[in-house]
């Protein structure tokens, strides 16, 4: 499984930057990434900065530029993201916020700050004389990683149950009993996730994750890309996109449990 360390980082980071980079072309955040706050000045400037940001880290870290730092970094700038911009949009101002699909869009985020703390986990590690503070702070952030993503995946699969009749009509129509692939995507999701969060059978469970969110984007968000690529502000594409750096966390998680063992 360690082979999969290195393809897994470089995958995270397609992925990643194929979400963001849309923003440059439509001059907004895009809807995993930052709210539609009401009245927000500026916008087209402070997305195009973020989308600069968050590619110019994609790089560093495929192509191993401090990329442990640079993974760090990439990490708190999502979590700040969505703590400072999502969670109070969502908890406060956001229609429907008693409904967990409402918090959705945002939660992507966490996940994708779990994936950067689970990068920078799979580079070795520096002297603390080498880091300053503020990266020997963040660098206590890793062993969360993890468990952002697993939230993250525990929670998407309660709404396999929750909206059941609006994801079931994803699944392809050459595949029968819609419903029943439902509910047991909702059921690997939540136990999957909490099985890596309890760090059980991790290297195996973390592998069969993110195989089974490689084969949805390959019979799932890859034919609904090219049937609508740039639909909804590239909506598809983007979930493709989301896919791929999900999967390739989870095969990371794996990759790293081989490598601790």
């Not at 993201?81 to 985020?109: C, M, Q, R, S």
């Not at 699969?157 to 029943?180: E, K, Q, R």
């Amino acid at each position: 499984m360690e082979k999969l360390i290195k393809p897994a980082r470089i995958a995270f980071c397609i992925g990643l930057a194929g979400m963001v980079a849309p923003q440059y072309f439509y001059h907004v955040f895009g809807a995993n990434f930052f709210p539609a706050w009401p009245g927000l000045p500026g916008v087209a400037f402070w997305a195009s900065i973020f989308t600069t940001l968050v590619l110019a880290a994609c790089f560093a870290i495929i192509f191993e530029i401090k990329p442990r730092r640079v993974s760090l970094i990439l990490g708190a700038l999502l979590l700040a993201v969505y703590i400072f911009g999502y969670f109070p949009y969502d908890a406060f101002f956001a229609p429907y916020n008693n409904h967990l699909g409402t918090w959705a869009d945002g939660l992507k985020e966490t996940a994708l700050a779990g994936g950067a703390f689970v990068i920078a986990g799979s580079f070795p590690t520096q002297t603390n004389a080498q880091q300053p503070p503020f990266i020997k702070f963040l660098e206590k952030l890793i062993p969360f990683g993890p468990f952002l993503f697993c939230t993250t995946m525990v929670l998407y699969g309660v709404a396999h149950f929750l909206y059941a009749p609006l994801i079931a009509p994803m699944v392809p129509a050459w595949i029968p009993w819609h419903i029943f692939w439902t509910y047991f995507a909702g059921v690997t999701l939540i136990g999957s996730g909490l099985t890596i969060i309890l760090k059980i059978q991790l290297k195996c469970v973390a592998f069969l994750l993110g195989l089974m969110i490689f084969i949805w984007l390959l019979i799932i968000h890859i034919p609904m890309t090219i049937n609508d690529p740039f639909g909804g502000q590239c909506n598809a594409l983007i979930g493709a996109f989301s896919a791929l750096a999900f999967s390739a966390t989870a095969f990371l998680i794996s990759g790293m449990a081989g490598k601790r063992t």
